[in-house]
């Protein structure tokens, strides 16, 4: 089993939730987003369940962040609502909304919690999508000016902020694959969301930095890519699927460019003048966090580009039916600090699994889950011992909620959440790791 002594001195652990996921949207005066329209159309959404209440996070802060401190944690990576903030993305400020974040804040602060703000975790204004959302240059200046109202409000009491979290799930996800809001499935709004998801990130940065908002990080998810066989076509499709879902984002950050490969099969759909936005695009950042659960077994397909599809794996999986690969944390952590990123301290700031846990005399039996977290202690551990500066660890998530397309089902939690009730139930992991936090 892990200890905290495991680790060098200074490191620092904690839990990650996002707003959509917890809050509850119907508070507050928050205004609707895209996600709200998402899940109201028939097929997206398991049972068409949305954020409206999710954990009631709104009303019962205060409980949660007690069981942050109480479990031993240094930091909590929370995200804010931009809809929360701004309700029509632009324009009128929300005074409750600001008035939660800046409670929320003290409140960690008054627990010993240091605060790890997220700007951007999905839930677009509808207001901003009827304008084309991601697909509209112009989002790269909203954004900005979002997270400068918001950071004047709390920016001075936060300790590391990242500015949109999961690059690739923004853009690919959301507008190629169609599987998030806004559940566009369309190569040419993809390249362009791909590109003002860069662009967004830099603008912000830049206009954070002029206001003396120190300690910004981007956040990018990474999935292993493993060739399907050693075939030519399938070491060429997982070679296609690792630079899009990511090197892409990497690369345009640190190398100020995109792959070749991508470059290639997008470039027709990139908004004009792309090139000229690398110097934006690639401000500096103080710190990159790596979020991680998986791999995917890529085989080469006949058809158009990307040319592949994803076959199952034979290792044991969580109930996303994702394999648990502790490798790939490990190959990522090397591959940032080698190819991109140098001496930036890294933070894994996502790490964690979906399980089928229910309550049987108020407990939870999470053993998969103990297992999985030291599994990928360890594969941290490893990275720490050959030299990668990773700072951090965030395990996703503090509480089960609304996973998004899986609506209330998967069950992510370190604590359990019962949706009829609202109770909060430790699970076996989170006692497990609050032992080793004390050690
Ligand atoms: C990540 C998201 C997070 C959660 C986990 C399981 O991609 O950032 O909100 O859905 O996956």
């Known amino acids: 089993m892990y200890k905290r002594s495991d680790f060098p001195d200074g490191f620092t652990f904690g839990a990650s939730t996002a707003a959509y996921q917890i809050?509850?949207?119907?508070?507050?005066?928050?205004?609707?987003?895209?996600?709200?329209?998402?899940?109201?159309?028939?097929?997206?959404?398991?049972?068409a369940e949305n954020g409206a209440v999710a954990c009631d996070h709104y009303h019962h802060w205060q409980e949660d962040l007690d069981l942050i401190r109480d479990a031993g944690f240094d930091a909590y990576r929370f995200s804010a609502s931009w809809a929360r903030v701004l309700p029509e993305g632009r324009g009128t400020v929300n005074p409750e909304g600001l008035d939660f974040y800046d409670?929320?804040?003290?409140?960690?602060?008054?627990?010993?919690?240091?605060?790890?703000?997220?700007?951007?975790?999905?839930?677009?204004?509808?207001?901003?999508?009827?304008?084309?959302?991601?697909?509209?240059?112009?989002?790269?200046?909203?954004?900005?000016?979002?997270?400068?109202?918001l950071m004047d409000r709390i920016g001075e009491r936060i300790w590391k902020t990242a500015t949109i979290n999961e690059l690739w799930c923004v853009s690919f996800l959301s507008h190629f694959l169609g599987h998030h809001a806004p559940g566009v499935r369309d190569i040419?709004?993809?390249?362009?969301?791909?590109?003002?998801?860069?662009?967004?990130?830099?603008?912000?940065?830049?206009?954070?930095?002029?206001?003396?908002v120190n300690?910004?990080?981007?956040?990018?998810?990474?999935?292993?890519?493993?060739?399907?066989?050693?075939?030519?076509?399938?070491?060429?499709?997982?070679?296609?699927?690792?630079?899009?879902y990511n090197n892409f984002f990497m690369s345009?950050?640190?190398?100020?460019?995109?792959?070749?490969?991508?470059?290639?099969?997008?470039?027709?759909?990139?908004?004009?003048?792309?090139?000229?936005?690398?110097?934006?695009?690639?401000?500096?950042?103080?710190?990159?966090?790596?979020?991680?659960?998986?791999?995917?077994?890529?085989?080469?397909?006949?058809g158009p580009w990307p040319g592949?599809?994803?076959?199952?794996?034979?290792?044991?999986?969580?109930?996303?039916?994702?394999?648990?690969?502790?490798e790939g944390l490990l190959h990522f952590l090397r591959r940032c600090h080698v190819d991109?990123?140098?001496d930036l301290p890294l933070y894994v700031t996502e790490n964690g699994m979906a399980n089928p846990d229910i309550v049987v005399d108020g407990t939870v039996d999470d053993v998969v889950r103990i297992d999985y977290l030291a599994r990928h202690f360890d594969a941290a551990k490893q990275a720490i011992a050959e030299g990668v500066p990773l700072n951090g660890y965030f395990v996703w998530s503090l509480m089960d909620n609304f996973e998004w397309a899986f609506g209330y089902?998967?069950?992510?939690?370190?604590?359990?959440?019962?949706?009829?009730?609202?109770?909060?139930?430790?699970?076996?992991?989170?006692?497990a790791l609050k032992a080793a936090l004390a050690s």
């Open 23 to 47: 809050e509850g949207h119907s508070f507050g005066g928050a205004g609707r987003t895209h996600w709200d329209d998402f899940a109201e159309t028939p097929g997206n959404v398991i049972r």
């Open 103 to 149: 409670r929320l804040v003290d409140g960690m602060l008054e627990r010993g919690i240091k605060p790890m703000a997220t700007l951007y975790h999905w839930e677009l204004p509808s207001a901003l999508a009827d304008l084309g959302g991601w697909r509209n240059p112009d989002i790269a200046k909203w954004f900005a000016d979002y997270c400068e109202i």
């Open 188 to 212: 040419r709004a993809a390249a362009r969301a791909m590109h003002h998801v860069m662009l967004a990130h830099g603008t912000a940065t830049q206009a954070l930095r002029a206001k003396g």
């Open 215 to 244: 300690q910004i990080g981007a956040v990018c998810n990474f999935t292993y890519s493993q060739p399907a066989s050693r075939s030519p076509e399938d070491i060429e499709a997982a070679a296609t699927f690792d630079d899009y």
């Open 252 to 302: 345009g950050f640190f190398k100020k460019e995109y792959p070749e490969r991508i470059v290639s099969a997008l470039a027709d759909h990139f908004p004009s003048g792309w090139q000229d936005d690398f110097d934006v695009i690639g401000t500096p950042v103080d710190w990159l966090g790596v979020n991680y659960y998986t791999r995917e077994i890529i085989k080469a397909t006949d």
């Open 308 to 326: 592949h599809t994803s076959i199952e794996g034979p290792l044991p999986k969580t109930q996303m039916g994702w394999e648990i690969y502790p």
């Open 340 to 342: 991109y990123t140098g």
């Open 409 to 431: 089902e998967k069950r992510f939690g370190l604590v359990h959440v019962d949706f009829e009730t609202l109770q909060r139930t430790p699970k076996a992991s989170y006692m």
